[in-house]
């Protein structure tokens, strides 16, 4: 069946460690998202990619840093350089960029990271 | 203020009840986006929408670009609805803005 898969699901760091959260899309999609979800806010863009070999900073982007060497794979690295990484982490992928109406939106289970 | 707000933040009903969880927004959109977030963190698309009204199933979502405005309803609600609703706008050309969700809980 084709999907978004996520991993780990659970996830636990010590501070100063880097890690990285993988996310492999079978739908032949170009464009992917990484989402940031904390407690009683909305979604986050952290980074996006349009194209392979291409992507963009969202609107919290530091600290994080991502690659898209692949169309199927999104990989996001949560460095410590980010402050308070502990959140729930999204990934979604798009059939293209969303333009108007053609930005149906697929979502991952998403991967809780603790920071201990 | 949130560009995008929903009302109620929590909602609680009995089984069978009609639902409806309302999204406004401050900006201009080319669509919106109804999710659905399960209680293990996976999300769903329920529709996508730029005008009008769209119905599947026992979910129906309706949008005034006027009012700027949405609102999903759900008809003879099951425990099986409980989930958090998130309403997103997609804003020019690829910006997508979320709102904080509706927790809603269907009691049988």
């Known amino acids: 069946d084709g999907g978004i898969t996520q991993s780990p699901k659970y996830l636990f760091r010590k501070e100063g460690q880097n890690v990285t959260l993988s996310c492999e899309q079978n739908l032949n999609h170009d464009a992917m998202y990484w989402y940031r979800q904390d407690p009683g806010q909305g979604l986050r863009l952290i980074y996006y990619s349009q194209i392979v070999n291409d992507f963009q900073k969202g609107d919290i982007a530091e600290g994080y840093s991502v690659s898209r060497e692949k169309k199927e794979s999104f990989p996001l690295t949560v460095t410590s350089a980010q402050k308070n990484p502990t959140a729930f982490y999204l990934c979604a992928s798009s059939i293209s960029a969303l333009v108007g109406n053609t930005g149906e939106l697929f979502f991952g289970e998403g991967s809780r990271l603790t920071v201990l | 203020k949130n560009e995008v707000e929903q009302s109620p933040q929590n909602l609680t009903a009995q089984e069978g009840e009609f639902i409806t969880i309302n999204c406004s927004y401050s900006v201009g959109i080319s669509a919106l986006h109804w999710l659905q977030q399960h209680p293990g963190g996976g999300i769903v698309s329920l529709f996508m929408l730029s005008s009008g009204k769209k119905k599947h199933g026992r979910l129906i979502a309706t949008i005034n670009i006027q009012e700027k405005h949405s609102s999903l309803h759900i008809t003879a609600s099951h425990p099986r609805d409980s989930a958090v609703y998130i309403c997103?706008?997609?804003?020019?050309?690829?910006?997508?803005?979320f709102g904080q969700g509706t927790r809603l809980t269907i009691n049988p």
């Open positions: 997103a706008v997609i804003q020019g050309a690829q910006k997508l803005v």
